[in-house]
């Protein structure tokens, strides 16, 4: 089965740190992304982990350990405008050397002042 | 101009009613998805389309079709709606040529049946 695990709700101090978590159990994995979304918006991408580590991009940061089944996303600086869902994805194998995404439910943050 | 557009953006319709959700790109992407999204549940994958000959069922296709009208066009039917078919529906690209395979998504429709 594919199981994706997130906490439901954050909330956090503007200009403060935040810590996302994600853990995931999938028939097989060929990388994790994060997406963030806005309510009532699309998801757009954040980043994309494929190999154990950290990966920063800015005010965002994204961890990865695939013996663990974790990933994280850090958040630095936070302001108000990074109140959002933020969504774990996991990259899954088809058949035919196709993949597809399977997400999480994804954590809502609110960003106080 | 957004690069993938989804019309209608807001829709309520009646049970049993059939209904059309179209998606356009000009991405140029081969890949085009459909995903529904349920407070709680996340993104769930209701049909893919690898190329213009190409349709999968995700995981949750019952009730729904799709057809692949060209490499821009990627539309999703009710054949008869249905109360729990409510929902906020995406449609979303990739490239084949990109590794990773970033997916990028349309605004949404919000389908309301009542």
């Known amino acids: 089965g594919q199981n994706i695990d997130q906490p439901t709700e954050m909330t956090a101090t503007e200009g403060a740190i935040v810590q996302i978590n994600c853990t995931y159990q999938?028939?097989?994995?060929?990388?994790l992304f994060w997406y963030q979304q806005h309510a009532g918006e699309a998801p757009t991408f954040l980043s994309y982990n494929v190999l154990d580590g950290l990966e920063e991009k800015g005010r965002f940061s994204s961890f990865l350990s695939r013996s663990k089944g974790y990933s994280y996303l850090l958040l630095k600086e936070l302001q108000m405008k990074d109140s959002a869902s933020y969504l774990c994805a996991v990259r899954v194998p088809l058949s035919g050397g196709y993949n597809k995404l399977i997400f999480g439910a994804g954590t809502r943050l609110a960003v106080h002042p | 101009d957004a690069d993938v557009t989804q019309t209608p953006r807001n829709r309520i319709t009646k049970t049993g009613k059939r209904i059309m959700l179209e998606c356009s790109q000009t991405?140029?992407?081969?890949?085009m998805y459909w995903y529904r999204q349920d407070p709680g549940l996340g993104l769930r994958l209701i049909y893919y389309s690898f190329d213009v000959k190409d349709i999968n069922k995700g995981e949750i296709s019952d009730g729904y079709s799709v057809s692949r009208q060209a490499q821009a066009k990627f539309s999703l039917s009710l054949e008869s709606a249905i109360p729990n078919q409510t929902a906020l529906y995406f449609c979303a690209t990739s490239d084949v040529l990109v590794s990773w395979g970033e997916q990028y998504f349309g605004p949404g429709t919000r389908l309301t049946v009542t």
């Open positions: 999938t028939s097989g994995f060929n990388g």
């Open positions: 991405k140029g992407h081969d890949r």
